[in-house]
C-alpha cells in the first residue's frame, strides 16, 4: 500500500518538475490508497490541491479531484463522488491529455455503474480505454479493463466481461503492477461461477487468495475467503463454506476492516438458522455487532468529512482571496501607470509652454510619452486578446499585427502634429522672448 503526506517540501519536488508525464506520476504516488484511510487520502488529496489550483497545474488538479470523487464513493456518497468526479473530467478536457482522460473518463464510469445506469457507464469506460490507447499502459489502464468487465459482468454480458478482465489480467502480469490482480483474479472467479465452470471458478478464487496473502491485504484476502465461502455454500458443500467463511472473519477481526466480518457472519447465520442453534445465535450476534459498528464508523467517518469539509471550503476561500489580492495589486499597478504617464504628459507640456527647450530635446520626450501611452493600451489590451483568441498563437499574432497595423501610423500623425505644434509654441516663446529684449534696448538706447 502507498503511504505518503503531502508537505511543502513535496509540492516544491512536484512544482520542480515540468514535465507533463513525471508530475503525474509524482503527484499520483503522493496521494494514499483509498482503501487503508480515506479521510486521511482526502486530507492529503486537499493539501495538494490548494498549491495546485494557485500554480494552475491541471495535472494536479485532475489527479487530487479526482481522488476526493473516488474517496467519496468509498463513503457510498455517490453523488459527492460524482460532483468531484466531474470536475476532474472537465478540466482534464481543457487539457486534452490521453492520460489524465483516462483516469477521469474511469471515474465517472464507476460513478454510473453504482447507480446501475450501464449505457453511461459503457459510454465512459470506452472513453477511457480509447484514450488509455494513446497513452502508456499504467494503473488506470488496468483499473479501466477490470471496471468494464465488472459492467458486461453487471449487464450479463458474461463472454465480454470475460475478455475484459483477462485483458486486465495480461497488463497486471505484462507491467508489473499487481495492486488489482487479486481483484482481477476475483472477477475471473465470478464470471466462471457464472458460466457454471466450477473448477476454473476455485482456482481463480485461490488464485486471488494467494494474490491477496503476498500483498499482505487483510482486505483482499477477506474478499477472497468469502468469495470460496460463498461458493461452496452454492455448491451445497456446507463444511467448507463454514471453515472459509470463517477464515474470512478471523483475518480482518481485530483489523481496520472489521466491518468485512457482516458478509461471512450472515452467510453462517445462514448455514446454522434452522440447524445449531449456539452457533446460529453466535454469528448472529457477530452479524449485529458488525453492522452497528459498521453504524458508529460511518458516523465517525460523517463527522470526520464534515470537519475535512469545513476546511476544503476555508482552504478555497483563502486561495479566493489570495486571487482577489492579486487582482487588487495588478489594477492599482495598472491605475499607477496610468496616472504616471498622464503625469509626465501634463508636465512636459506645461514646461515646453513656459520654459524655452531645444527642438530634439522636445521631439525626443514627445517621442518617448505617446510610446508610454501605446505600450501601456497595448498591456491593457493582452490579456483580453488571450481570452478572445483562447491562447491561439496564430490568432494572437494575427491580432497584434491589426493593433500595430492601427497604432504605428496613428502614432506617427499624433507625433508629427504634438511635436510640430510644442516646436511652434517654442518658437512663438523664443519670438516674444527675443521682441521683449529688443523694446528693452530700445529703451535704454533712448
Known amino acids: 500500500m502507498r503511504k505518503s503526506y503531502c508537505t511543502d517540501s513535496a509540492w516544491q519536488k512536484v512544482a520542480a518538475e515540468k514535465n507533463d508525464s513525471a508530475r503525474f506520476y509524482l503527484i499520483f504516488n503522493m496521494l494514499t490508497e483509498s482503501e487503508t484511510n480515506p479521510v486521511l487520502d482526502m486530507e492529503n488529496a486537499e493539501k495538494m490541491l490548494v498549491p495546485c489550483e494557485e500554480n494552475n497545474d491541471k495535472v494536479g488538479q485532475v489527479l487530487c479531484i479526482g481522488c476526493i470523487g473516488y474517496d467519496y464513493r468509498a463513503f457510498g456518497n455517490n453523488a459527492k463522488s460524482m460532483e468531484y468526479n466531474m470536475r476532474a473530467y472537465a478540466i482534464a478536457q481543457e487539457t486534452r491529455s490521453p492520460r489524465l482522460l483516462v483516469a477521469a473518463a474511469l471515474l465517472l464510469a464507476q460513478n454510473y455503474l453504482d447507480l446501475t445506469d450501464y449505457p453511461k457507464a459503457l459510454a465512459y469506460n470506452t472513453e477511457s480505454l480509447r484514450y488509455a490507447s494513446k497513452t502508456e499502459q499504467n494503473i488506470f489502464t488496468i483499473m479501466s479493463y477490470q471496471n468494464m468487465g465488472e459492467i458486461y459482468l453487471a449487464m450479463n454480458r458474461v463472454d465480454s466481461a470475460l475478455t475484459c478482465s483477462q485483458m486486465a489480467y495480461q497488463l497486471s502480469l505484462k507491467t508489473g503492477i499487481r495492486e488489482y490482480l487479486g481483484p482481477v483474479y476475483g472477477q475471473l472467479g465470478d464470471i466462471e461461477a457464472r458460466m457454471k465452470n466450477g473448477t476454473l471458478a476455485i482456482s481463480y478464487f485461490n488464485l486471488a487468495l494467494d494474490e491477496a496473502i503476498k500483498s499482505k491485504s487483510p482486505?483482499?484476502?477477506?474478499?477472497?475467503?468469502?468469495?470460496?465461502?460463498?461458493?461452496?455454500?452454492?455448491?451445497?458443500?456446507?463444511?467448507?463454506?463454514?471453515?472459509?467463511?470463517?477464515?474470512?472473519?478471523?483475518?480482518?477481526?481485530?483489523?481496520?476492516?472489521?466491518?468485512?466480518?457482516?458478509?461471512?457472519?450472515?452467510?453462517?447465520?445462514?448455514?446454522?438458522?434452522?440447524?445449531?442453534?449456539?452457533?446460529?445465535?453466535?454469528?448472529?450476534?457477530?452479524?449485529?455487532?458488525?453492522?452497528?459498528?459498521?453504524?458508529?464508523?460511518?458516523?465517525?467517518?460523517?463527522?470526520?468529512?464534515?470537519?475535512?469539509?469545513?476546511?476544503?471550503?476555508?482552504?478555497?476561500?483563502?486561495?479566493?482571496?489570495?486571487?482577489?489580492?492579486?487582482?487588487?495589486?495588478?489594477?492599482?499597478?495598472?491605475?499607477?501607470?496610468?496616472?504616471?504617464?498622464?503625469?509626465?504628459?501634463?508636465?512636459?507640456?506645461?514646461?515646453?509652454?513656459?520654459?524655452?527647450?531645444?527642438?530634439?530635446?522636445?521631439?525626443?520626450?514627445?517621442?518617448?510619452?505617446?510610446?508610454?501611452?501605446?505600450?501601456?493600451?497595448?498591456?491593457?489590451?493582452?490579456?483580453?486578446?488571450?481570452?478572445?483568441?483562447?491562447?491561439?498563437?496564430?490568432?494572437?499574432?494575427?491580432?497584434?499585427?491589426?493593433?500595430?497595423?492601427?497604432?504605428?501610423?496613428?502614432?506617427?500623425?499624433?507625433?508629427?502634429?504634438?511635436?510640430?505644434?510644442?516646436?511652434?509654441k517654442n518658437k512663438a516663446v523664443r519670438l516674444a522672448a527675443a521682441k521683449k529684449a529688443i523694446e528693452q534696448l530700445d529703451k535704454g538706447v533712448k
Open 219 to 424: 482486505k483482499f484476502t477477506s474478499k477472497a475467503y468469502h468469495a470460496i465461502a460463498n461458493y461452496y455454500y452454492n455448491a451445497g458443500q456446507k463444511d467448507s463454506a463454514i471453515a472459509y467463511a470463517r477464515k474470512a472473519i478471523v483475518v480482518v477481526q481485530r483489523t481496520a476492516f472489521f466491518t468485512m466480518t457482516i458478509k461471512p457472519a450472515k452467510l453462517l447465520l445462514d448455514i446454522y438458522r434452522g440447524g445449531n442453534i449456539d452457533s446460529a445465535f453466535k454469528y448472529s450476534e457477530m452479524h449485529r455487532v458488525a453492522n452497528d459498528s459498521l453504524y458508529n464508523i460511518k458516523a465517525v467517518q460523517q463527522a470526520q468529512l464534515m470537519t475535512f469539509e469545513e476546511e476544503a471550503r476555508r482552504a478555497d476561500l483563502a486561495v479566493a482571496a489570495n486571487e482577489a489580492d492579486e487582482q487588487r495589486k495588478e489594477n492599482i499597478e495598472f491605475a499607477l501607470m496610468a496616472l504616471g504617464i498622464i503625469t509626465i504628459i501634463v508636465v512636459f507640456l506645461l514646461l515646453s509652454r513656459s520654459l524655452v527647450t531645444n527642438e530634439r530635446i522636445i521631439e525626443f520626450f514627445g517621442v518617448v510619452a505617446l510610446l508610454l501611452v501605446f505600450e501601456f493600451l497595448n498591456l491593457v489590451l493582452h490579456p483580453f486578446l488571450e481570452k478572445m483568441t483562447h491562447h491561439s498563437p496564430v490568432l494572437m499574432l494575427l491580432a497584434l499585427v491589426c493593433i500595430a497595423a492601427i497604432l504605428v501610423p496613428l502614432h506617427h500623425k499624433i507625433e508629427k502634429w504634438a511635436t510640430h505644434r510644442l516646436i511652434e
